[in-house]
C-alpha cells in the first residue's frame, strides 16, 4: 500500500469510531492541514477492530511504518502534524502503536498486540487499511481478483464446488453450510433469480455487519456477484436498516463504483454474465432479520415471516428463486475463490471452518470487533483479547448470541467458538455479540431488559409468540418488583414451551432463551428475589423506561395480578 | 387547511417519485416520505396508496407496523438513547434518568416547547463505546449523565426551521 509521496492518513469513522468521535478529528485535519498548508491524503475508513482505541488515526509518512494514534480529540490533531507529520518527532503521549517493518522509536508494534496478533483476518482483511470509499484501493488489495478468476477461468459449477470444498458455513446464526445452500438454487428456472444479502443487523451487542459494509463493501459486493455467478442470478439487494447512513451510504457508494468499471450491470468485464445490486431499506423490526421476513420488507409489507416450504431457493422474492445469506458469508466468498476451498477448510476447528468476528462488549476492557480463528475458546477471546473485567471486579455472566441467546455463566468460558460445541452446550454465537457483566451485574435486571427487547419485537403474526413474550414479560416484572410469587418461574416454563412449539420463526422459537438459560445458571437469583423480596446484587432498578409503544394497550392491564391460570 | 395539505401533499409527491433505488414499493415510498416530512400525515398515507396502487389499509398496515414511523411532526432536534443491554449493563438507566428529568419528560416524546424529541432505541450500533447515545444521527459513545446534559443544552439552533 502506498499513496504516493504525501502522508497518508487513515481516520477510522465506522460507526464505533464516529461514536468515539472520529467525524470532528476528520475535520480538525482537514482544517488544521489546510491552515498549514501541508499537503497530506486524508482518507476516512473502517475499522481496525480496535473500538476502545478509537478514534483512531493512523499516519503513514512515506519511508517509515504506519504510527497509529488512540483516542485522538480534535485538540491533539495540531500536536500530530507539528510534531510528527512536519517535524518528524514521534508525541510519545499520544502514540499507540506502530504497523510495518521497521519499529518506530518506542513505540509498541501493533502486531505484539494481542487485539491484532490474534485476529485472523479474511472478511475484515481490509478492514481499517483501505478506504471504503475508494475502489482502486480495494482493486490494489486483490478486489474483484476472484471475480476475473470466476468469470475467465471457472465454470459456475467449479465456484459452487470450491465453496462445497471450504465447508463455509452460514453465518447468519442457523450455520448451514454455503455451498450446499448455494446450489440448491442452480437449477431453479430462471430468467430472473435473486441473491440477498441481509444486513439487517437489528441485534443488540452486535455490528459486525455494518462494520464490514462500513470498512471494506466491496468484499461483500464482490463475494455477492460470485454467488450471483455460481447460481445463475440475475438480480442482488443488500438489505439494511433505514437510518443507519455509515453502511448505507458506503455501500451505495461501492455499487456505483463497481458500476462504473463495469463490475456490475450488463456483461460484466466483458463476459457473458450480467448482475445487478441495489440496497433496500427496512423499516425499524428485528424481525426483518429473519430470512422470509427480511423477503416480505424488500417486497415493502410488513415483515412477518413466511411459511416454509417453499423454501427461497424455489420461491423466495416475489415468488422468484432467492438465495440469501448474511453479509459475513457473502464477504468470504472472494477469499475462497481466489484461494481455493482448500485454503479455508484448513482454517478453523472440526466441521467449523473459517473465522468468527467477535462484537465484545459490556464489562470488558478492550471492547472491540475481533475477527478470530474459529475454535478459539470465549475465554481467549474475553481475557487474552478483551483483557477481561476492568476494575478488579470479576466476571460474573456472559451473554451471547444476541437478544434470543442466551445469558450463561462462566463455565462457558471453556467453550471453544465452535458451531457444534456451542449448540450442544447450549450456547449460541449466533450474530457474533458477545455481552460481558462484571459481578455487580443483575441478572434479573439484564433479563428484564432482554425481554423487554423480545417482547417489543414480536411481529404479532403467531399469537404464542405475541401473546407468551407479553406473558413474559409481565412476570419478570413482578419479579424485579419483588412481587413475584413461588410458580412463576414454572409459569414461565409452561409460556416458553408452548412459544417454542407453536411459532412460525426463530424469534418466537428463541424467545424463551434468556430466561431458560438464566434459570439454568443463575435461577437462586430469581428465586431470592421471589422468596427473599430482595436483590442480591443492589442494581435491579425499580423504576425500568420501556419505549412507548412497548405494549401499546398496556395501561388496560396495569393493575395486573399475579397469573394463577394453569396453562 | 387546504393549502397546506396540498402543499404536504405535493411535498410527498416530490419524495415518492425521486426515489432514487430501482425498487418503489410502499415501504420504500413510506421511509422517502418520512424523509421528506419528518414524520408521516394522512396525507402521505393517500400519496403513497395511489403511487403505489395499493390500498389505504395496506399501507396503513406497513406504516403502523415498522417502529421508526412517527404520526406527528417530531421535535426540531432527535435525542435516542440507547437502551441495549450492552449500554443498560454499564449505565444506560442513569442517562435516561438523567436526561428526561433535564428536559422534563417521564418518558419518550416530545418537549413542550417543541424542541426535542427523546427517543429509546433498541441497539444504535456502537456497542463497544456504550453507553451510547444520538443527537440528530450523530452517535456518542462513552456517555455520562452529565455530558448527556450538557451536549444536549449545546445543540445549536436551526436556522432552516
Known amino acids: 500500500m502506498n499513496a504516493g509521496e504525501r502522508p497518508w492518513i487513515r481516520i477510522g469513522t465506522e460507526l464505533n469510531g464516529q461514536a468515539a468521535g472520529a467525524v470532528e478529528v476528520v475535520e480538525g485535519f482537514l482544517s488544521e492541514l489546510d491552515k498549514r498548508g501541508v499537503e497530506a491524503n486524508v482518507d476516512e475508513v473502517g475499522t481496525l477492530g480496535l473500538s476502545y482505541a478509537e478514534p483512531l488515526v493512523d499516519v503513514l509518512v512515506p519511508g517509515n511504518s504506519r504510527l497509529l494514534f488512540s483516542r485522538v480529540t480534535p485538540e491533539d490533531v495540531p500536536t500530530i502534524i507539528d510534531e510528527y507529520i512536519v517535524g518528524g518527532r514521534v508525541p510519545k503521549s499520544l502514540a499507540f502503536a506502530s504497523l510495518g517493518d521497521d519499529p518506530i522509536g518506542v513505540v509498541p508494534d501493533l502486531n505484539t498486540m494481542p487485539q491484532y496478533s490474534l485476529q485472523r483476518r479474511i472478511a475484515m482483511r481490509n478492514a481499517g487499511h483501505i478506504a471504503p470509499g475508494d475502489i482502486l484501493q480495494y482493486v490494489a488489495n486483490d478486489g474483484y481478483a476472484a471475480l476475473a478468476k470466476a468469470l475467465f477461468e471457472m465454470e459456475p459449477s467449479g465456484v459452487i464446488d470450491e465453496m462445497k470444498a471450504s465447508n463455509l458455513r452460514g453465518r447468519g446464526g442457523a450455520g448451514f453450510p454455503a455451498g450446499l445452500k448455494w446450489s440448491f438454487m442452480v437449477n431453479s428456472p430462471g430468467p430472473v433469480k435473486y441473491i440477498a444479502c441481509n444486513c439487517e443487523e437489528g441485534d443488540p451487542g452486535a455490528f459486525n455487519d455494518k462494520a464490514i459494509l462500513e470498512s471494506d463493501p466491496h468484499t461483500l459486493i464482490e463475494g455477492m456477484i460470485l454467488a450471483g455467478y455460481a447460481t445463475g442470478a440475475t438480480n442482488g439487494y443488500v438489505f439494511v436498516r433505514h437510518g443507519h447512513d455509515g453502511p448505507i451510504d458506503r455501500a451505495e457508494q461501492a455499487i456505483n463504483d463497481a458500476y462504473a468499471e463495469n463490475l456490475l450491470g450488463k456483461n460484466i468485464l466483458g463476459s457473458d454474465f450480467s448482475f445487478d445490486i441495489e440496497v433496500a431499506l427496512t423499516g425499524d423490526s428485528y424481525v426483518a432479520g429473519e430470512e422470509t421476513g427480511m423477503m416480505e420488507a424488500i417486497e415493502g409489507k410488513r415483515s412477518m415471516p413466511r411459511f416454509k ?188 414451551t408452548t412459544m417454542k412449539i407453536g411459532s412460525l420463526c426463530a424469534h418466537g422459537q428463541l424467545g424463551f432463551n434468556p430466561i431458560s438459560s438464566a434459570l439454568q445458571h443463575f435461577r437462586e437469583e430469581f428465586e431470592i428475589h421471589i422468596t427473599e423480596r430482595r436483590d442480591p446484587t443492589g442494581r435491579t432498578s425499580t423504576k425500568f423506561y420501556y419505549p412507548k409503544s412497548t405494549r401499546p394497550y398496556a395501561e388496560d392491564f396495569a393493575q395486573a395480578q399475579p397469573l394463577k391460570v394453569n396453562i | 387547511m387546504t393549502v397546506a395539505t396540498e402543499e404536504l401533499r405535493e411535498r410527498v409527491r416530490q419524495a415518492i417519485t425521486n426515489q432514487k433505488r430501482p425498487t418503489v414499493t410502499v415501504l420504500s415510498s413510506l421511509l422517502a416520505a418520512q424523509d421528506a416530512l419528518g414524520y408521516i400525515p394522512d396525507e402521505a398515507i393517500d400519496e403513497v396508496a395511489a403511487y403505489t396502487e395499493a390500498s389505504i389499509n395496506e399501507v396503513w398496515g406497513v406504516a403502523s407496523f415498522y417502529k421508526n414511523f412517527r404520526f406527528a411532526p417530531a421535535g426540531e432536534h432527535t435525542v435516542e438513547i440507547c437502551w441495549g443491554p450492552s449500554c443498560h449493563l454499564v449505565g444506560a438507566t442513569a442517562i435516561i434518568e438523567r436526561t428526561l428529568e433535564h428536559v422534563g419528560l417521564e418518558e419518550e416524546g416530545e418537549t413542550d416547547d417543541g424542541r426535542l424529541t427523546v427517543r429509546f432505541n433498541t441497539c444504535l450500533g456502537a456497542c463497544a463505546q456504550a453507553p451510547v447515545i444520538s443527537i440528530d444521527h450523530l452517535l456518542r459513545g462513552r456517555m455520562t449523565p452529565e455530558r448527556a446534559v450538557t451536549l444536549i443544552d449545546n445543540i445549536p439552533d436551526n436556522d432552516s426551521h
Open chain 1, 309 to 496: 416450504p417453499p423454501f427461497p431457493a424455489a420461491a423466495g422474492l416475489w415468488m422468484k428463486p432467492t438465495t440469501i445469506n448474511n453479509v459475513k458469508t457473502f464477504s468470504y466468498a472472494p477469499q475462497i475463490v481466489l484461494n481455493g476451498g482448500e485454503w479455508f477448510s484448513n482454517i478453523g476447528v472440526n466441521n467449523s471452518t473459517g473465522t468468527a468476528i467477535a462484537c465484545l462488549t459490556g464489562n470488558v476492557t478492550y471492547p472491540g470487533i475481533y475477527e478470530v480463528e474459529m475454535g478459539m475458546t470465549m475465554g481467549q477471546v474475553i481475557e487474552e483479547i478483551g483483557g477481561g473485567v476492568p476494575n478488579g471486579k470479576q466476571m460474573k455472566l456472559l451473554q451471547t448470541g444476541g437478544p434470543l441467546g442466551g445469558v450463561i455463566g462462566l463455565d462457558s468460558l471453556d467453550l471453544h467458538i465452535d458451531f457444534d460445541e456451542m449448540q450442544q452446550a447450549g450456547a449460541m454465537f449466533g450474530s457474533g455479540g458477545i455481552i460481558v457483566g462484571d459481578e455487580d451485574a443483575s441478572v434479573v435486571d439484564l433479563i428484564r431488559v432482554l425481554v423487554t427487547f423480545c417482547q417489543y419485537e414480536s411481529c404479532g403474526k403467531c399469537f404464542p409468540c405475541r401473546l407468551g413474550m407479553t406473558q413474559l414479560l409481565d412476570q419478570i416484572e413482578r419479579i424485579a418488583r419483588f412481587e413475584g410469587v413461588p410458580g412463576d418461574m414454572d409459569a414461565c416454563e409452561r409460556v416458553g
